[in-house]
T-cell receptor
Framework: DGGITQSPKYLFRKEGQNVTLSCEQN?????MYWYRQDPGQGLRLIYY???????QKGDIAEGYSVSREKKESFPLTVTSAQKNPTAFYLC?????????????FGEGSRLTVL | EDKVVQSPLSLVVHEGDTVTLNCSYE??????LLWYKQEKKAPTFLFML????IEKKSGRLSSILDKKELSSILNITATQTGDSAIYLC??????????FGQGTILTVHP
């Protein structure tokens, strides 16, 4: 079945450690996105990518990094520079980012920093 | 910086009530306004609006965009407990950036 797969679903990290969240899609979508959601709040854009080997910072990119080496994959690294990384992370994709259409979301990854 | 603001932030109603959720946006190179429903984890798509004044409907849900007022509303008639969720709106640009609002938490009591 086509869709977006995020892993891991739950992750615990010690302070000072980097962690990478995986996002893979088999929808043949061009655009991919990473959002962060804190309890009871909306989604805040971290990074987005319209095409392979290109990505742009969103509104809260500090302390995060991404890569887009393959169309299907858009991993997010939460670095030790991110001051408050405990959150729910959602990855999404859309067919053509340039004409912002419907986003399809993964099931999310919940990161807890101990 | 693009900005999307939703109101109210939370709403408690009883089954059968009609609710109106509001979304205002300040988005450079605005292209579309999207509504999503989030119950547990992944938000699910409701509507995408690109033209002002044209209502989109799906069952008891409807939405309309007002480009002059830079706003959109989402109406839910005859609410049911299954409508309880976070409702998110987002403003999309012509170059692919999608900015979400804070969300409205809707609680429908039996």
């Amino acid at each position: 079945d086509g869709g977006i797969t995020q892993s891991p679903k739950y992750l615990f990290r010690k302070e000072g450690q980097n962690v990478t969240l995986s996002c893979e899609q088999n929808l043949n979508h061009d655009a991919m996105y990473w959002y962060r959601q804190d309890p009871g709040q909306g989604l805040r854009l971290i990074y987005y990518s319209q095409i392979v080997n290109d990505f742009q910072k969103g509104d809260i990119a500090e302390g995060y990094s991404v890569s887009r080496e393959k169309k299907e994959s858009f991993p997010l690294t939460v670095t030790s520079a991110q001051k408050n990384p405990t959150a729910f992370y959602l990855c999404a994709s859309s067919k053509t980012g340039g004409n912002t259409g419907e986003l399809f979301f993964g099931e999310g990854s919940r990161l807890t920093v101990l | 910086e693009d900005k999307v603001v939703q109101s109210p932030l939370s709403l408690v109603v009883h089954e059968g009530d009609t609710v109106t959720l509001n979304c205002s946006y300040e988005v450079t190179n605005f292209r579309s306004l999207l509504w999503y429903k989030q119950e547990k984890k992944a938000p699910t798509f409701l509507f995408m609006l690109t033209s002002s004044g044209i209502e989109k409907k799906s069952g008891r849900l409807s939405s309309i965009l007002d480009k002059k007022e830079l706003s959109s509303i989402l109406n839910i008639t005859a609410t049911q407990t299954g409508d309880s969720a976070i409702y998110l709106c987002a403003g999309g640009t012509s170059y692919g950036k999608l900015t979400f609002g804070q969300g409205t938490i809707l609680t429908v009591h039996p």
